[in-house]
Every structure is written in structure tokens, then in C-alpha cells.
């Protein structure tokens, strides 16, 4: 998922940007640009890729332990316990990410 935390952090760093804002907004993926193609807007019923919440490691650690999870921690690219996921992580998807491990 988005890191919230990095995010802000990219978005302070441009401050003199004065496109900072719209940056921020369309790589947090909660915005819906208007003039999308017909196909685009196929694409989007079945897609998964826009985010109703974004999170930071503290907000997410929170909520996983009122649910019951334990061992929580943050994680980079190829460092789970579970070896499996070795084989289908990629690496371009943990940058400016937050991935999380957590045992239920």
C-alpha cells in the first residue's frame, strides 16, 4: 500500500513545486480524473488500483493489533519470513510503499 508518511514527506520536499499538490493527490490514487476514455472507465469497474484510505505504518500497526494480529512489523523487498513470497515479489512495488508482516 501507499506510504501516507513518504507521501507527505515528497509533497513538503516540493513545496516551491507548484504542482506539488496535484502530484500528491493523483500518486495517492484517491483522485478520478474527468476525461477518461470509455475504455479507462471499463477498466476502472474491475480494477483495484484507486485507494479509499491511505495509511501510515503507526495507523496500520494500531488497527492490526485491535484485530488480533501480532508480530507486526514493517518489511522491505525479499525479507518476509515466509519464503514463498520470494517468488512473486517484485521489487518496483515496495518503492514508496508500505509493506507490512502480521500473525493471526
Known sequence: MPDLKEMCEEYMSGRM???ASI???KYSGLCIEKKRRFFD???????????????DYKSTEMILK???????????????????FEIVENADR????LAIEAIK
Open 17 to 19: 513545486d507548484p504542482e
Open 23 to 25: 502530484k500528491f493527490i
Open 41 to 55: 472507465r471499463i477498466i476502472s469497474v474491475f480494477s483495484n488500483s484507486r485507494h479509499n484510505w491511505l495509511w
Open 66 to 84: 485491535r484485530a488480533g494480529f501480532k508480530g507486526i512489523r514493517a518489511c522491505n523487498y525479499h525479507d518476509s519470513s515466509i519464503k514463498a
Open 94 to 97: 515496495f518503492k514508496n510503499c
